[in-house]
């Protein structure tokens, strides 16, 4: 058989295309967008009209499966609950009570596999901006101290795998609490937290009480993370305020509650 090198002049060359990427089918196309992480496919949908083009034909899909697996299967359903539990709309506490029935029976249940495209993007979106920053502060700042002596204390290692599921899911579990039972938007700002959708004790028996001890045990660690990291240093800043004379006892006063703080500490989204 003839040898043919690869020049420019090669009859068979002549006609044929450079490969591109974006020249692949459709359904390659998807393929490589369903594998991108949330920043890789923000990324190349902005930067390529084909890819663009393919990935609305499949949005709902194409983001379900790269939130999934960027939050993790095991923190979906939690995650999940938090989206919903912001879209309450009603007032009433039976709505609050009725969401956590829910939620006691289906956490355990697989979580859906297609989300709304607005789901998706209030999911991505906190866990990006608010969830991955306080967890990845929370890792550094307690591995690297004991946690009594607060002497600091040389790591072993990065946390495991099951590890840091379960600080995420203990993470959004807080913010669940901070979105069912915070102090409601058009109340007066001294209103305390169990004035609000569910008094304190029907928080322990529609919610708290139905959870693991250790899960419960998770709550307030991260409730002891977001009060030493948050609440202190904004406390201690107002009270130089206040002694100035500027306005702002109210926040302080309303803050130096443990309810009150739940409320607040992650309510920046």
Same mark, same amino acid.
């Given at each position: 058989?003839?040898?043919?090198?690869?020049?420019?002049?090669?009859?068979?060359?002549?006609?044929?295309?450079? *490969?591109?990427?974006?020249?692949?089918?459709?359904?390659?196309?998807?393929? $490589?967008?369903?594998?991108?992480?949330?920043?890789?496919?923000?990324?190349?949908?902005?930067?390529?009209?084909?890819?663009?083009?393919?990935?609305?034909?499949?949005?709902?899909? $194409?983001?379900?499966?790269?939130?999934?697996?960027?939050?993790?299967?095991?923190?979906?359903?939690?995650?999940? *609950?938090?989206?919903?539990?912001?879209?309450? #709309?009603?007032?009433?506490?039976? *709505?609050?009570?009725? /969401?956590?029935?829910?939620? #006691?029976?289906?956490?355990?249940?697989?979580?859906?596999?297609?989300?709304?495209?607005?789901?998706?993007?209030?999911?991505?979106?906190?866990?990006?901006?608010?969830?991955?920053?306080?967890?990845?502060? /929370?890792?550094?700042?307690?591995?690297?101290?004991?946690?009594?002596?607060?002497?600091?204390?040389?790591?072993?290692?990065?946390?495991?795998?099951?590890?840091?599921?379960?600080?995420?899911? *203990?993470?959004? #579990?807080?913010?669940?609490?901070?979105?069912?039972?915070?102090?409601?938007?058009?109340?007066?700002?001294?209103?305390?937290?169990?004035?609000?959708?569910?008094?304190?004790?029907?928080?322990?028996?529609?919610?708290?009480? /139905?959870?693991?001890?250790?899960?419960?045990?998770?709550?307030?660690?991260?409730?002891?993370?977001?009060?030493?990291? $948050?609440?202190?240093?904004?406390?201690?800043?107002?009270?130089?305020?206040?002694?100035?004379?500027?306005?702002?006892?109210?926040?302080?006063?309303?803050?130096?509650?443990?309810?009150?703080?739940?409320?607040?500490?992650?309510?920046?989204?």
């Amino acid at each position: 058989m003839e040898n043919r090198s690869l020049n420019s002049e090669d009859p068979f060359l002549e006609d044929r295309a450079p *490969a591109s990427l974006e020249s692949l089918p459709l359904e390659l196309m998807w393929e $490589i967008l369903y594998r991108l992480d949330s920043q890789g496919l923000n990324s190349l949908v902005n930067i390529s009209p084909q890819y663009y083009r393919a990935y609305t034909c499949n949005a709902q899909w $194409i983001l379900s499966e790269v939130v999934r697996r960027e939050i993790g299967p095991e923190c979906m359903y939690e995650a999940v *609950a938090v989206i919903q539990a912001s879209n309450i #709309r009603s007032r009433e506490d039976q *709505a609050t009570i009725e /969401f956590l029935r829910r939620y #006691r029976l289906e956490r355990w249940e697989e979580p859906p596999q297609v989300l709304s495209l607005s789901a998706s993007l209030q999911l991505i979106s906190f866990h990006q901006s608010i969830v991955s920053g306080f967890v990845n502060d /929370f890792i550094s700042s307690t591995l690297s101290r004991y946690p009594m002596r607060q002497t600091p204390l040389k790591p072993d290692g990065p946390p495991s795998a099951n590890e840091l599921r379960r600080i995420y899911r *203990a993470f959004y #579990r807080f913010e669940l609490y901070c979105v069912l039972f915070r102090r409601r938007p058009t109340e007066p700002r001294l209103v305390s937290i169990s004035d609000g959708r569910l008094a304190a004790s029907d928080q322990y028996r529609h919610f708290l009480y /139905f959870l693991p001890p250790w899960e419960v045990e998770e709550l307030f660690c991260v409730h002891d993370y977001l009060y030493r990291r $948050i609440f202190v240093p904004v406390d201690d800043y107002l009270g130089h305020d206040i002694a100035r004379g500027l306005q702002g006892s109210w926040w302080v006063e309303d803050c130096k509650r443990c309810d009150a703080f739940l409320a607040l500490a992650t309510s920046y989204y």
